[in-house]
């Protein structure tokens, strides 16, 4: 049996989220530069967005670039944003015939225009699609998104459509980019680093964490099965202990 017939279709993931890592190294292993790397990394990233249809999980998040990305060296900076213009303006085309809705997530407002534009519409162009949504996470952090849903919340009190008292979880989900999406049950992290690096830290709060020492050009459909496979093995107790759970 091949590890896609092994998924249980009623026990899959709404929404997986990855942080692609591994890029750089991938790149140096074959003796070239990082952004080798990075365009190696848009292959796995279509191969993701196809297992992830194919098998029925509705939404995909993908660290693409986060606020600290921005400290790397100006030449690769330059080289991903570019790599992004051309990757969007290729693929939306193909997500829009496979039922693919492209979403942004971050501070969009810091990316150059031409990057921007691009994504602006391919997020119009497939809108209505409904088969998978696919977030991308650009100039994005945590710390960033909640400090953002801090101000918007503030600015409710400050203008008296809201009072302080009545904030709650719904509150400050309401508040964040995701405010639309259901909570990742699964999050992947590759090339062998264990951490969040300021990843959606509110929406993983009961997330399934899964590593892998595969860098990302090398993670492709089988290693996205596998990643499923493994979550659909973990006991999801949410406080609770394993007896209540059987009852
Ligand atoms: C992930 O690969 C891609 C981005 C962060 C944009 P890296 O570029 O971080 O690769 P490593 O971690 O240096 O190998
Ligand atoms: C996290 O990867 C950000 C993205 C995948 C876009 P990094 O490679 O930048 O993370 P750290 O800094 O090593 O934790
Ligand atoms: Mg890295």
Redesign the pocket.
């Known amino acids: 049996m091949s590890l896609k017939e092994k998924i249980n279709i009623a026990k899959l993931p709404k929404h997986i989220a990855i942080?692609?890592?591994?890029?750089?190294?991938?790149?140096?292993q074959q003796g070239e530069d990082?952004i080798f790397?990075?365009e190696h990394?848009v292959k796995s990233v279509r191969a993701c967005v196809e297992a992830a249809a194919e098998v029925g999980v509705k939404y995909l998040t993908i660290?693409?670039?986060?606020t600290e990305?921005w400290n790397?060296p100006q030449e690769?900076v330059i080289a991903?944003m570019q790599l992004l213009v051309h990757t969007i303006s290729g693929e939306v085309e193909s997500l829009h015939k496979n039922g693919v809705r492209l979403q942004a997530i971050g501070d969009l407002d810091s990316l150059p225009k031409d990057c921007v534009e691009e994504l602006q519409m391919g997020i119009e162009r497939t809108k209505d699609n409904t088969r998978l949504t696919l977030v991308l996470a650009l100039s994005y952090s945590s710390r960033w998104e909640i400090t953002n849903a801090v101000q918007k919340i503030a600015k409710q009190i400050e203008n008296k459509t809201l009072s302080a008292n009545s904030i709650n979880e719904q509150t400050i989900n309401a508040a964040l980019c995701t405010a639309d999406m259901p909570e990742p049950e699964l999050m992947i992290r590759t090339?062998g680093?264990h951490r969040i690096s300021n990843f959606l830290l509110w929406q993983l709060a009961y997330a399934e964490l899964y590593f892998t020492d595969k860098?990302?050009p090398d993670f492709g459909k089988e290693e996205l099965y596998e990643a499923i496979l493994d979550y659909q093995n973990r006991e999801r107790r949410f406080g609770k202990t394993s007896e209540q759970l059987i009852s």
């Open positions: 942080i692609m890592d591994g890029n750089g190294r991938w790149a140096k990082r790397g990075h990394g660290y693409t670039f986060s990305n790397r690769e991903i090339s680093e860098l990302w």
